[in-house]
């Protein structure tokens, strides 16, 4: 059962442009949500996160937001850069009271391509 | 600053064999996390440490040991490896305080291959 989903496997984008990445999660207890970057042969990278008190966080280029009646959030990167492609993946926590000890359940990843 | 250091980046074993993963942060951070990767599933926690002496099951804990004996230490065992644990595996740690946990930090992973 899969609680958090990246339903896009791929995406493309030119440089200069927007780009969307989509998470859906179905645990409503989850209340942190954060975003990784992950080049080959290397860890994830953390990006951004927000909390389920907010519903928008940004970053310079980088925006997070959240739409908890949905259950849904989306990362937003721009402009787009070459450097930015990479690996996405979403996360989320439960019980940032402590409850959830950090514990994180990942989405599958979204490969984003950001052509010159 | 190291960060999160994980030892061997690769390794083959045969089936049936044993190794220990180790990874060492020097953040002073007091939990730390082991997940592996697979194709198509993302990373998915394996076991986890909230201090050091302390240890609890992730969500696929099955054939797996770890150790927290120090607190900048946490190692994965494999008792009887199997080709079904053919995968990268992360070890990440964060910080925690007033009662919220930071975003974890990663390391470069190890690649572990079972025959």
């Known amino acids: 059962d899969q609680q958090v989903k990246q339903n896009s496997p791929s995406l493309s984008v030119q440089e200069g442009r927007i780009s969307i990445l989509n998470c859906d999660y179905t645990n409503s207890m989850f209340d942190y949500f954060l975003w990784y970057k992950k080049y080959p042969a290397e860890g994830p990278t953390f990006l951004i996160s927000i909390s389920s008190i907010k519903d928008k966080n940004?970053?310079?280029?980088?925006?997070v937001f959240l739409n908890k009646s949905a259950k849904h959030l989306s990362l937003h990167i721009v402009p787009s850069?070459?450097?930015?492609?990479?690996?996405?993946?979403?996360?989320?926590?439960?019980?940032?009271?402590?409850?959830?000890?950090?514990?994180?359940?990942?989405?599958?990843?979204?490969?984003?391509?950001?052509?010159? | 600053n190291a960060g999160v250091t994980q030892t061997p980046k690769f390794r083959v074993l045969k089936t049936g064999q044993s190794m220990t993963l180790l990874c060492a942060q020097d953040m002073n951070h007091e939990y730390m996390y082991w997940y592996r990767q697979d194709p198509g599933m993302g990373l998915r926690l394996i076991h986890y440490s909230v201090g050091e002496g302390t240890t609890a099951?992730?969500?696929?804990?099955?054939?797996?040991?770890?150790?927290?004996?120090?607190?900048?230490?946490?190692?994965?065992?494999?008792?009887?490896?199997?080709?079904?644990?053919?995968?990268?595996?992360?070890?990440?740690?964060?910080?925690?305080?007033?009662?919220?946990?930071?975003?974890?930090?990663?390391?470069?992973?190890?690649?572990?291959?079972?025959?």
């Open chain 1, 58 to 63: 940004e970053d310079g280029r980088f925006t």
């Open chain 1, 81 to 116: 850069q070459p450097g930015d492609s990479a690996v996405y993946f979403c996360a989320a926590s439960g019980g940032a009271g402590g409850t959830s000890y950090g514990k994180l359940t990942f989405g599958q990843g979204t490969i984003l391509t950001v052509h010159p």
């Open chain 2, 57 to 115: 099951k992730g969500e696929v804990p099955d054939g797996y040991n770890v150790s927290r004996l120090k607190k900048q230490n946490f190692l994965l065992g494999l008792e009887s490896a199997a080709p079904s644990q053919t995968s990268v595996y992360f070890c990440a740690s964060s910080a925690t305080g007033r009662g919220l946990t930071g975003p974890q930090h990663f390391g470069d992973g190890t690649r572990l291959s079972i025959l």
